[in-house]
């Protein structure tokens, strides 16, 4: 730390940190990009790295995980937060009259594979986890039921109350299949929506539009549920008034999460939605405004299963399970995918892959295609943003890309922060230190 304090070039290096946002493991390039006319060849204009700090430039990572880097997540968790918003209230390309269509927040949860223990409420006051009476003894000796009251940060929230009797296999297959199951959730929405309303699928487009946008939630069992915001347009989409069908837009809902299932055929199992579905609809002056479910949604874009005691990176084949930093019950998820892994019949589902998340494979934010902008559509805006202010500043010259040849070589450099520039980085940029250190790799 003190070496890079005295570096003649810190000026430019904390430059750097800061225009990473305080990022935590910034991509170091290496590498230069020329400017040449077009009609004369003549050269208008060269960056190189060979002039920066070690040189390298420092990138932000973009990483969307909060585990990793709370500053580019905390840009991706924004970026979402104003895409949601856009498709309930308007702006960013979405015309402010879709403010006015009727706009439904449906959570889709898992089925159950298992008593664990949970935290219940009433009125603010923590009831008993599995209070039994005649509670049942389960075939490995114990007894099902709970009493306590869990602390809202109680570690044992999630696990099961019969770690032998728990269905894991079920859970990792569930998290493997649950994208395909939100694909046939919008198929069975849009047909039984058109049937209720006397339409056949093909003719509803004439008359009216489903859009959504999704985002997947691990609870703190192991499983994934989706939240997601579902909107009725015209046929045009937001531009257009939506038809007066708002109370078959739920009703199309309900039926659609109670009939849809997901097969994995070469284990003859069948999965559907849990039966805790819970659909309200969106307000602006509501107890569901259209800022909360924004807000809701953007903050678990940024999370994955961290909450279940797993890893955030991926597990090798080689990896000693025993030796992991994980939980008990994460630890056997892991396991069950490690197992089911290595049958052939379910090399598509890829769980070795996909072992630290648990099964999961699918994006955790999605939407359709009319529902709103894109996320490259605002980092391309914000891109433009910063380029122009540079080049008020001076610091680019104002070029006319009509006319401009623009080559670009780059190589990667590597990654990270040692442990005294990370120190560094938090002082001059306020983002606090990882719990723990990662230097550059």
Not at 74 to 102: C, F, N
Request: glycine share 8%; hydrophobic share 35%.
């Amino acid at each position: 730390m003190i070496a890079r304090l005295h570096d003649p070039e810190f000026s430019r290096w904390a430059r750097q940190i800061k225009r990473a946002g305080g990022c935590r493991q910034p991509i170091h390039l290496r590498g230069k990009v020329e400017h040449y006319d077009r009609a004369t060849g003549r050269l208008l204009h060269r960056y190189s790295t060979l002039h920066e700090p070690n040189g390298v430039l420092r990138v932000p990572c973009k990483t969307r995980r909060a585990s990793r880097c709370p500053a580019c997540a905390e840009v991706y968790r924004a970026d979402t937060y104003q895409l949601i918003r856009a498709g309930l209230v308007g702006g960013k390309g979405v015309p402010e009259t879709v403010s006015t269509h009727p706009c439904l927040f449906i959570t889709l949860t898992a089925p159950s594979f298992g008593a664990v223990h949970t935290r219940r409420e009433n009125n603010g006051k923590a009831l008993p986890c599995h209070a039994r009476r005649d509670a049942e003894t389960c075939p490995h000796g114990r007894t099902m039921s709970c009493t306590q009251r869990h602390r809202a940060d109680d570690p044992c929230l999630g696990e099961p109350l019969c770690p032998d009797c728990y269905d894991y296999d079920g859970s990792v297959l569930f998290n493997a299949i649950s994208p395909e199951l939100w694909r046939r959730f919008t198929l069975a929405l849009r047909r039984r929506f058109a049937r209720l309303n006397g339409l056949t699928v093909k003719a509803l487009g004439e008359y009216a539009g489903i859009a959504f946008a999704k985002v997947a939630e691990y609870q703190r069992r192991g499983v994934v549920h989706f939240h997601a915001v579902i909107r009725l347009d015209g046929p045009d989409g937001p531009s257009s008034p939506p038809p007066p069908w708002t109370d078959s837009l739920e009703e199309a809902a309900r039926h659609a999460a109670a009939v849809v299932t997901a097969e994995v055929k070469p284990l003859g199992r069948t999965f559907r939605w849990g039966t805790q579905l819970d659909i309200r609809r969106i307000s602006l002056d509501g107890d569901l405004t259209e800022q909360a479910v924004a807000a809701y949604i953007a903050k678990y874009a940024t999370k994955a299963a961290e909450c279940v005691g797993t890893l955030d990176r991926r597990v090798q084949p080689l990896d000693d399970l025993d030796a992991l930093p994980v939980r008990d019950h994460a630890r056997r998820l892991i396991a069950a995918c490690m197992r089911l892994g290595s049958d052939v019949a379910l090399a598509d589902l890829r769980l070795t892959h996909w072992a630290h998340m648990l099964g999961f494979r699918g994006h955790f934010s999605t939407k359709s295609r009319r529902y709103s902008t894109t996320l490259g559509a605002l980092r391309a805006a914000r891109e433009e943003h910063r380029r122009t202010e540079e080049i008020t500043t001076g610091r680019l010259p104002l070029l006319d890309e009509d006319t401009v040849l623009v080559v670009a070589h780059w190589q990667y450099a590597g990654q990270g922060l040692s442990l005294g520039e990370q120190l560094l980085a938090a002082a001059l940029t306020g983002v606090p230190l990882p719990s723990v250190g990662g230097g550059p790799r």
